[in-house]
């Protein structure tokens, strides 16, 4: 007979009812937010399709901000419930121009909601979130904010700076699990929610939640997944002990050194650096050499670097920095092997001086 | 400062992409099934909700039974997705009349599917699931079988049986986590599924899903749950220990335990043995004797009894004996902590006689 | 290939020095204690050993109470040491006679240590500690207590009682880990261990475990196991987030009702309940009845009972209600489980009755 | 109240009775050997104790070599227990010299048994283990080998090699729990420890464990530690499925290439390659350099480098790759982070060259 054995995933007891309401104030801490925080039992992405099903009805009037296939996603949501929609587009694999959305937001009057990312991990690039918030503030246009791959990796501080719904994970940055995600609701953004067509009995349903919010406690169909919980506790956790502020400044360091490292090898990243995101960074593969074999080479050092997705140009490579990753070690190792990989495939670079570039980075 | 010290949950590295594939073949394996196997990064309820999305169109006929709320929703998913349902609904906390069943097949011809719940753990009853799917087989009509609380707790024979869609969760019987599950789809389904106007880009979007079963590995947006999948595959090694035969076997024995207990104690279980699931047992408080204050008294003996919930008679008390609570110690202790709240209340009732029941029928 | 998947016991960082001395702290607040703490990393039985090899050398002088087979090696490791040591043993099974300690203090004037066992789980007794005590504090004998099995069972507030010794284990009462021990050493037995002759550079040295106490982190040879020292703490959050008085009401409580059970069932514990343990219940089986048949009858029903060990007579049965084990479901399952045994043995008893009694003492 | 939350090392199950033959015969396998396997429920140094006490009486006589505190340790507990005991002790930080040992047999044909550290965590270095044994072989000598920082990390065939007594620990190159440890006994060791006078009774007696190995379970007193046993399994399932040839080159490959970085650096290794061991690197900081603000500065960067400790000269810091750490990264990170270090402190060094040195060495 097989056996088994003793695993600790045996047996996990239900997550206590009267925790929720403590997680979703420790979430709040991290967002900075008086807002409702919702915590939906599933994948960030599903948090963003239940914001876009909420939201979305006929007359709802959109500006979506598109830097990766999430926002083409949110797009098609919004006009799946039947909204208006209109999408900016930004080149491949660069964040939007500041410029586009003053000109997109002055050309509509109409708009009712604004929609961007704030970081993308598919190529490693940063939004001008406070310039474009400042812009949707002015003109009294409430805002979604997906911060799921920011949040923990840059500052976000969403009461400040006025996001009316943010969304976010705590599978990358703040290094927890990936089977629940949060959301800040402000009271604008419930108004328009709960505004007659609200869809109801559904996982997409934010109308839904707010019983939630009523009673303090988990009031959803379904079981609730006492792992995601108990290890969403113990994230929280970490990042109390270490603090928010030095969480973002480590990752911050982790992707100037990476920069650093990358400048000095001869190769530099792809966007510069205030551009760029403290969670990946993306670069160009040199012309003539395919990403998959220099991640191949890559993987056989044991080190993981993966190709770029979605919207970025087909020949960027990402080096991750993120959660754990944000370290020196991690750093050192994804851009000397990276450095090999090069010159494996018989390309000059200049490793020496990309590790010295990382030690002074991080000696500073 | 706070210090979080170690947790097993920390750190969880990503579930090996090449087990996605055998995880399917071992779920296939509880489901006897050579359908397709599906896996749902999100409770249940949400398969749920997407089979219901995926199916329902414009000119779907459906025979919804409703003997649960769960029953009630899929209706009505069905029914925003554009079929045509109609709902038989069962007396409240009761099974579904195999007559019934026949009646509204042969009242209208064009059905295309059928739904049924296999057995409500909000009741403690369980639909003829057998008769029923042999109605539909003769007349040809597709099935989808809501057998998440049923699963591991009563014999399932997918393939056998002729289920098109059989949904179970491994957070019942199984004793597995609750942040995913699973679904066979068959042939037929999939060619309804798949046929013009299937819903993409979606947590409810099955035809998404079919990608995954292409390359064999996650194909989809967001990133996979790692501790949902660990602790999946510890759920499947005690299951595959036991034997799938051998837990459906106990399950039996503790529903079986647990009636004749009711029965000596004078108080008996609401529905006969042939109409009653292995998982829960419902029981009608006395007259005159509130539910919640017997919940109360046996919880001060750490015994938790539940109310009835959903469509439920409200005087219905439910003592749970599913997966590991499927055992000697956790049904007397729910049998005798019932008796002794019911003593407290000043309702005579025969502990004594309950324990030898019980005794009688674990010695057996 | 063999695939071993994850598991949360792969790659435990290591315990971080800085926590030995927190550890420290809490472990003398469950023993009331300001003595010097130590952590052994071993069983409980290792650092019993430890004391005695630590104490033992030619001229001391020992009285050692003998209701157990620890006791006996107790005895032995002092003799090998070169101590002059004088047994008392008490009748099998039972509690020494506090008359029979005060004859053989009397009986030898030049006695320096008094050792004795606190509660023994290998028969379910419990000795007159505090009695035993007043006699050695009277005449100024160091004092020795093996609480390894009564720690959070019963109280035992050290520096009151003035025990010089007193060593425990986490797997007990506690619910903590078996892998290691802890002692709390006074000033007077500090004095004999560190006078000429101490031992060193040995698992058996208590002085080498000075060095640790003098720069507050772990200073010896060898690897900390680093399971063990994080088990212990999450044993000791639970403990002081339950209370320890708590936990040791709640032991009581369980050893009450096993009491009232067996009686009611027509067979009474071994020892009237004033020298009985908190933590198992010894129960002789009838004449005529083997306990190996009557074990492996409740074994089937899932219900662990187990033979007396060491100097306890061959026919006690011992019911186990230590640590997650003292809670109502526990009790009334080992009490019913053991009637139905009887009965299949063919020995009448009430089931009934006993099931009413524990229900009762609970429901007080 | 202080809430606990959950953690997975709550209520950790015993283990198994029947599975510790499984486990001793898994540990057969690591050690290539049908010698009897003894389990010790402490850490390794605990058993090497235990093999001195119980080979230890008047009229042993004992060779043993001394290239670091523990094999200083092991001759003080020889002679402890009445045996005559020849130290030849090495260099200080160096192995021994072979023809030392040959002398010293030479020099005394009366020896019985002789004792070696097979490689030193402490300095980093190998003694010439198969060249010893043949010599004692061919004097049929019997042979203890602490093989406690070796395992996994060398190969180490103790059968074919005829070693008497090998002591191995999981907590090194073999990546598992560190308290508990094991070791092989021959038949004729186990002949010179059962001979007359051997110790019972203590955590120190060998002979004591051989009624475990009478009836295939834990026989000893005292509670097994469930954790450690269960993360001993995790630990040999990993290396199992990686393979023990493959851990091992795996080990030889990361001190290959720290040494090919340490050179390249400008400040070679201790010893010679055919000399060091896979587990540790030393190096001697350059003169005029404390090696403490050496490792401080590299810990300033997250990366962990010690202090030589013990016998070994005292400007000796090691750079640690064994278990997890025998990995590209942390190699890299390590060599790395000492150069940095030497920077800071004005020593001028390599950084580039040792980056490429490293990832040559693991590119080829």
Same mark, same amino acid.
């Given at each position: 007979?097989?056996?088994?054995?003793?695993?600790?995933?045996?047996?996990?007891?239900?997550?206590?009812?009267?925790?929720?309401?403590?997680?979703?104030?420790?979430?709040?801490?991290?967002?900075?937010?008086?807002?409702?925080?919702?915590?939906?039992?599933?994948?960030?992405?599903?948090?963003?399709?239940?914001?876009?099903?909420?939201?979305?009805?006929?007359?709802?009037?959109?500006?979506?901000?598109?830097?990766?296939?999430?926002?083409?996603?949110?797009?098609?949501?919004?006009?799946?419930?039947?909204?208006?929609?209109?999408?900016?587009?930004? #080149?491949?694999?660069?964040?939007?121009?500041?410029?586009?959305?003053?000109?997109?937001?002055?050309?509509?009057?109409?708009?009712?909601?604004?929609?961007?990312?704030?970081?993308?991990?598919?190529?490693?690039?940063?939004?001008?979130?406070?310039?474009?918030?400042?812009?949707?503030?002015?003109?009294?246009?409430?805002?979604?904010?997906?911060?799921?791959?920011?949040?923990?990796?840059?500052?976000?501080?969403?009461?400040?700076?006025?996001?009316?719904?943010?969304?976010?994970?705590?599978?990358?940055?703040?290094?927890?699990?990936?089977?629940?995600?949060?959301?800040?609701?402000?009271?604008?953004?419930?108004?328009?929610?709960?505004?007659?067509?609200?869809?109801?009995?559904?996982?997409?349903?934010?109308?839904?939640?707010?019983?939630?919010?009523?009673?303090?406690?988990?009031?959803?169909?379904?079981?609730?997944?006492?792992?995601?919980?108990?290890?969403?506790?113990?994230?929280?956790?970490?990042?109390?002990?270490?603090?928010? #502020?030095?969480?973002?400044?480590?990752?911050?360091?982790?992707?100037?050194?990476?920069?650093?490292?990358?400048?000095?090898?001869?190769?530099?990243?792809?966007?510069?650096?205030?551009?760029?995101?403290?969670?990946?960074?993306?670069?160009?593969?040199?012309?003539?050499?395919?990403?998959?074999?220099?991640?191949?080479?890559?993987?056989?050092?044991?080190? #993981?670097?993966?190709?770029?997705?979605?919207?970025?140009?087909?020949?960027?490579?990402?080096?991750?920095?993120?959660?754990?990753?944000?370290?020196?070690?991690?750093?050192?190792?994804?851009?000397?092997?990276?450095?090999?990989?090069?010159?494996?495939?018989?390309?000059?670079?200049?490793?020496?001086?990309?590790?010295?570039?990382?030690?002074?980075?991080?000696?500073?």
């Amino acid at each position: 007979m097989f056996d088994p054995g003793w695993n600790p995933l045996h047996g996990v007891p239900s997550y206590p009812a009267e925790r929720y309401g403590v997680l979703a104030d420790r979430i709040g801490g991290i967002l900075q937010s008086r807002s409702d925080i919702l915590l939906v039992q599933a994948e960030a992405v599903v948090a963003l399709e239940a914001v876009a099903a909420s939201l979305a009805r006929p007359g709802l009037s959109a500006l979506n901000i598109v830097t990766s296939p999430y926002g083409g996603w949110f797009g098609q949501w919004l006009r799946r419930g039947g909204a208006t929609v209109r999408d900016i587009v930004a #080149e491949p694999g660069l964040p939007i121009v500041i410029e586009a959305v003053a000109g997109a937001l002055d050309a509509d009057p109409g708009i009712d909601v604004l929609a961007v990312v704030h970081a993308e991990s598919a190529s490693g690039i940063l939004n001008p979130l406070s310039e474009i918030l400042a812009l949707a503030r002015d003109r009294g246009i409430a805002t979604v904010v997906d911060a799921v791959a920011s949040v923990g990796g840059h500052s976000l501080d969403v009461d400040h700076l006025g996001i009316d719904i943010a969304v976010i994970g705590p599978q990358k940055a703040l290094g927890g699990p990936a089977g629940l995600s949060a959301l800040s609701v402000s009271r604008r953004a419930w108004n328009m929610i709960l505004s007659d067509g609200a869809p109801r009995d559904s996982i997409l349903s934010l109308a839904d939640l707010e019983a939630w919010l009523d009673n303090g406690r988990w009031a959803l169909p379904g079981t609730p997944a006492p792992l995601e919980f108990f290890a969403l506790e113990a994230a929280l956790d970490r990042i109390e002990a270490e603090g928010l #502020e030095n969480l973002v400044a480590r990752h911050a360091l982790a992707a100037s050194a990476t920069r650093a490292g990358l400048a000095a090898l001869g190769t530099p990243a792809w966007v510069p650096a205030a551009r760029a995101s403290n969670l990946v960074t993306a670069v160009p593969a040199p012309v003539g050499l395919a990403p998959v074999a220099l991640i191949a080479a890559a993987g056989r050092l044991g080190v #993981e670097l993966t190709e770029g997705v979605g919207t970025a140009p087909a020949r960027l490579l990402r080096l991750n920095h993120t959660g754990q990753r944000a370290a020196f070690q991690t750093v050192l190792a994804n851009v000397v092997a990276y450095g090999a990989a090069l010159r494996q495939a018989g390309h000059s670079c200049d490793i020496a001086a990309a590790s010295e570039a990382i030690s002074a980075t991080y000696s500073r």
